[in-house]
């Protein structure tokens, strides 16, 4: 069964210090496609970073960087130099088959940065 | 511009009531999803359309009926609302990817925040 799983219901992190959100997955498949949502407090989902399945190296963008461990089933989110503006429901989610290519998602993690 | 547009934004109805709440996007996706997010945030596909026909449906009551009259809009009817309907509502869409574990990102609309009383 496909599954996502985000064990840090919430974390705390301070200005400028780096934080890594947990995720790890679970699909029989090969091919397959790992996502991160930012959902602020006004609700709209974000879209952050995004991993395939056959990418050889670590998906970055700014200041986001997914540790993708295959052997492992995991994708951490890292967030480098954290910002207040970071404070948010973080989701790892997953592309769950190719035909509609629909999202499964972690339960989320809250992040709250304190100056 | 927006890409993903839902409206409306708040719908605030009694139970029994059927209502509906609309979804277009102009990003040219051929495909478009309903997902519910409850109230611990939990978020879930319900519907996935691709080029107006239907490729997942969750196991969602049949109350709940995804019309897609073009690729660019994905409405979703809600016949004799229950209390435990109240949750929010997003429409999303993507392209497929170009190959197979490639990037389809998904644009998600503003939500639309259903409250049953």
């Given at each position: 069964a496909?599954?996502?799983?985000?064990?840090?219901?919430?974390?705390?992190v301070q200005e400028k210090e780096a934080v890594t959100l947990d995720c790890t997955y679970d699909t029989s498949d090969q091919s397959y496609g790992l996502f991160w949502y930012k959902q602020p407090s006004s609700g709209e989902m974000?879209?952050?970073?995004?991993?395939?399945?056959?990418?050889?190296q670590n998906a970055t963008e700014g200041r986001y960087s997914l540790n993708f461990q295959k052997a492992r089933k995991s994708a951490n989110l890292v967030i480098s130099a954290s910002q207040l503006?970071?404070?948010a429901?973080?989701?790892?989610?997953?592309?769950?088959?190719?035909?509609?290519?629909?999202?499964?998602?972690?339960?989320?993690t809250t992040l709250s940065v304190s100056s | 511009?927006?890409?993903?547009?839902?409206t409306p934004k708040y719908l605030v109805t009694q139970m029994g009531n059927d209502k509906s709440i609309k979804?277009?996007?102009?990003?040219?996706?051929?495909?478009?999803?309903?997902?519910?997010?409850?109230?611990?945030?939990?978020?879930?596909?319900?519907?996935?359309?691709?080029?107006?026909e239907l490729i997942i449906n969750?196991?969602?009551?049949?109350?709940?009926?995804?019309?897609?009259?073009?690729?660019?809009?994905?409405n979703l009817h809600i016949n004799s609302l229950e209390l435990g309907d109240s949750a929010v509502y997003f429409c999303?869409?993507?392209?497929?990817?170009?190959?197979?574990?490639?990037?389809?990102?998904?644009?998600?609309?503003?939500?639309?925040?259903?409250?049953v009383l």
């Open positions: 496909q599954k996502i799983t985000q064990t840090q219901p919430g974390m705390f974000i879209f952050l970073i995004y991993q395939g399945s056959y990418d050889e503006g970071d404070s429901m973080y989701f790892c989610a997953m592309r769950i088959n190719q035909a509609g290519t629909a999202l499964i998602f972690g339960k989320g | 511009d927006t890409a993903v547009s839902q979804c277009e996007q102009n990003l040219g996706h051929d495909t478009m999803y309903w997902y519910k997010q409850d109230s611990k945030k939990f978020l879930k596909i319900m519907f996935s359309y691709n080029n107006k969750e196991t969602v009551p049949n109350r709940f009926s995804p019309k897609s009259p073009d690729k660019a809009h994905l999303a869409s993507s392209s497929l990817p170009r190959l197979a574990g490639g990037l389809s990102e998904q644009f998600f609309g503003p939500g639309t925040r259903l409250t």
